[in-house]
Structure formats: structure tokens, C-alpha cells
């Protein structure tokens, strides 16, 4: 990808996932993440599709759409290193496992399941709620487990179903018009 091209990701993958973050469940109590989260789908195929500006951009949109529905700035805060790593841990998978996102396999589905949606949306979700707890949000273990699994169950079932989508049908695109990052 040209330089040209990289900007142009870069700002789309942001409008998409902010568009796509504020369509979540919007009742936020105390360190209470959405129970529906479709902008964790950008986060698991933007590192794999695009690189470095994808998992940059995928740290970037959930800061816009969470100021945009009016999250307090320490809860955005704490959430940050929790959406990098739902972003950098496909990027990571896809140079580990050396898997083609552009080729519709067995290889590129159980690497995308279990590397790019459950590895990375459990460590996120797992950063995340320390945060909350270490720093007194979240006060009981029961609490603990509690937020840990919303915050999981709000990316997984979207990243999964339509990450499958996206390398299925749009990947292919991709290649064609070489709209991809070969880092």
C-alpha cells in the first residue's frame, strides 16, 4: 500500500469503527462495557488487512465513539490498552501463524477464531477489567467476573460472525484492487 493509501484506510477504518462503536449498547454504569459491541469486527480484521495502520486506527475509534456518547475520560482511558491489544493480537496471529487472510481455508478460519476474535477479545476484556479493578472501580471478584464476561461476550459473537464475512467475501476484494498491507 502507498503512503496515499495507508491515510485513506487509516480514516475510513476510523469512521467506520466510531460509526460502528456508537451503534452499541449505550448504558454505561460503573466500568460496565456495551453488551453488544459490532465495532470489535474492525478491531479483529483491520491489523490483519491493513497493518499497522489498522490496529492504530482500531485503538483510535473506540477513544472517538466512547467521547461521543459521553464516557467519562478515565474509563476511556483505562479502555485503551485493552482495545490495542483486540487490535495488535490478529495483527500478530497473521505474522505467528502466517496465515492468508485472502485465502478462505481451514488454516485462515481457526487462526482467525482462535487468534484474531478469542485470544484477543479475552486479553482485552482481561486488561480492561484489571484496570477496573486496580484501580477500585470494580470492588468484589463476583463484579470481577462479572464485567470480564460482558465485556468478552460484547466482541466475540460480532467479531466472529462477521470477521468470517469480511475474509470470506471482502479479502478477495482486497487483493484484486491491492488494497492491503504485506508488512
Known sequence: ????????????????????????????????????????????????????????????????????????????????FANFMQAFIPYLTKRIFKFDPYTFNKKTILCFIFGCVLAADILGAQVAVLSFFYTGEITSKAMYWVIFIRWAMANIPSATVFGLLLLKFFAPALKECRLYDEE
Open 1 to 80: 500500500m502507498s503512503f496515499k493509501q495507508k491515510i485513506v484506510a487509516f480514516i475510513l477504518l476510523l469512521i467506520i469503527g466510531t460509526v460502528l462503536g456508537i451503534l452499541g449498547d449505550v448504558d454505561f454504569t460503573v466500568a460496565r462495557p456495551d453488551y453488544f459491541w459490532p465495532g470489535g469486527v474492525i478491531q479483529s480484521v483491520s491489523g490483519i488487512f491493513f497493518g499497522w495502520t489498522g490496529v492504530i486506527a482500531s485503538t483510535l475509534f473506540p477513544v472517538i465513539s466512547s467521547t461521543l456518547r459521553g464516557v467519562a475520560p478515565i474509563k476511556i482511558f483505562l479502555w485503551t
